[in-house]
């Protein structure tokens, strides 16, 4: 219950993680004696926990208003933060409204005011100018990953929220970037800040760069993830359109794989990932939309199909791969005529004649019409494939559980078998539909 904030072990214990690593330390011990905080980190050390641990410390059990709000620059963020503050069992409600879903869902999750919400710009001036909910009680304000709200066009629709909330005691502001100018309308007055960017010098990256003998890059990616082998990375392209070309030369050479990218209905983008970290697909095509703010495992390596156009999505891509202690490389595909622009340094030419023998993909995924808001858990979903399915446990993948649905990953070879003996199963009080996704 909200009347009983855990101990900050308990929660830990909550997500499996053993101890906090030093930016997270730091960054929880500032936040708690400070009023304005920059925290700058590379992606995937942890910055979520690291606001997250402190913000909860700050709310009271007994206000019924939003007392937290953190704004971000797309879905997939606001999704995965509030996921983090789920899995941590505060006890506080949070909820996460963003574009591209229904508003009928954000006003009946809304209806019982959580204590944090989450949202991007847009649908957050929505909600303030129809007044769904009171502005009172918020006295916590984070902007995660800022630079980027900032960069997409968000500056207008930030300044309209944070002018109606003239009561904010405490700002958080995160980044992944360094030197990006904090506007005025912030009131980040006398901000201390926590950087830690420096120690992405230090990381195990590779660059290396890949030669195409022709202007067409695509036999040349086919040929480096066939040396690659079976390692999960990300494939980056500068346009959506880019992705639907590499897309369908991958498909046509039978190279299993998912797209991401900003034109893509939400429910598909957010099925594409599911996919990804569950394992049914090792490869992901995207934009630099996936270059931070989502929820992915890390990398082993990612590709620049396409050179970045400037220095920061060079950075943010090269993100995704040798993240804290882990190595990872970041290839550079580049045409024999082409020049590497001046921010892509010591990129050795690399040779990929030899070629890793390839597994044929292993998991599927399977789709279930029930989920959190139908008191189904993921011991439920396991035990319905256990008990019914008759699979053992290495047979049984990741399961995401989800608001109204979850996702199973589970053999290719028995995926079709399983949907057919499990649809229509009944998961607590619910008969559920279960279909190959």
């Known amino acids: 219950m909200a009347n009983t904030i855990k101990e900050q072990q308990d929660i830990l214990a909550k997500l499996n993680i053993h101890a906090l690593n030093p930016m997270q330390e730091e960054a929880i011990s500032v936040i708690e004696t400070t009023t304005n905080t920059i925290l700058l980190s590379p992606t995937g050390t942890g910055k979520t926990l690291a606001f997250l641990l402190p913000v909860i410390k700050t709310l009271d059990p007994d206000c019924k208003d939003v007392q937290a709000l953190i704004l971000v620059p797309s ?46 710009p847009g649908r957050i001036v929505d909600h303030f100018s129809n007044d769904r909910f009171s502005r009172d009680g918020i006295k916590t ?22 002018g109606q909330l003239p009561q904010i005691s405490k700002r ?51 040929d480096l993830l066939e040396h690659i082998g079976n390692q ?41 990932l599911i996919k990804f970290r569950n394992g049914t697909s090792q490869i992901l095509v995207a934009t630099d939309l996936a270059a931070r703010g989502i929820d992915i495992p890390e990398m082993e390596y990612i590709i620049h199909f396409e050179l970045p156009l400037h220095e920061e999505e060079f950075i943010h891509r090269n993100g995704r791969t ?38 044929p ?57 399983l949907a057919s003996r499990l649809n229509n199963s009944r998961l607590k009080k619910k008969k559920v539909r279960v279909t190959v996704l």
Request: proline share 4%; charged share 25%; hydrophobic share 40%.
């Open 75 to 120: 879905r997939e963020l606001a999704i995965q933060i509030e996921q983090v503050m789920r899995s941590m069992g505060s006890g506080f409600k949070v909820n996460a409204v963003y574009g591209g879903r229904p508003m009928s869902k954000d006003k009946i999750e809304i209806k019982h005011v959580p204590a944090v919400l989450i949202g991007t």
């Open 322 to 359: 040798a993240r804290v202690a882990a190595k990872g490389t970041a290839y550079v595909l580049k045409w024999e005529k082409e020049y590497l622009p001046a921010f892509i340094k010591n990129a050795a030419v690399k040779n990929i004649s030899k070629k890793a023998v390839r597994k």
């Open 361 to 417: 993909q292993f998991w599927e995924t399977l789709f279930i019409s029930g989920g959190r808001k139908d008191k189904i858990s993921k011991g439920d979903i396991a035990g319905l494939f256990f008990k019914q399915g008759n699979i053992t446990k290495d047979q049984l993948g990741n399961i995401e559980l989800k608001q109204d649905c979850a996702f199973v990953a589970v053999p290719l070879t028995i995926a079709h078998d």
């Open 141 to 162: 304000l984070i902007l995660d990953e800022f630079d980027k709200s900032l960069e997409i066009g968000f500056e207008s629709e930030m300044r309209h929220i944070i």
């Open 172 to 222: 958080i502001l995160t980044s992944a970037t360094q030197g990006v100018d904090v506007p005025g309308f912030v009131r980040l007055d006398k901000p201390t800040t926590i950087n830690y960017l420096k120690e992405k010098a230090g990381s195990k990256l590779e660059i290396k760069t890949v030669m195409s003998p022709a202007k067409n890059k695509l036999p040349t990616l086919l």
């Open 232 to 272: 999960q990375g990300i494939v980056f392209c500068n346009l959506r359109d880019s992705i639907n070309h590499v897309s369908g030369f991958l498909e046509k050479n039978k190279m299993p794989h998912s797209c991401f990218s900003g034109g893509m209905e939400q429910k598909d983008r957010e099925r594409s």
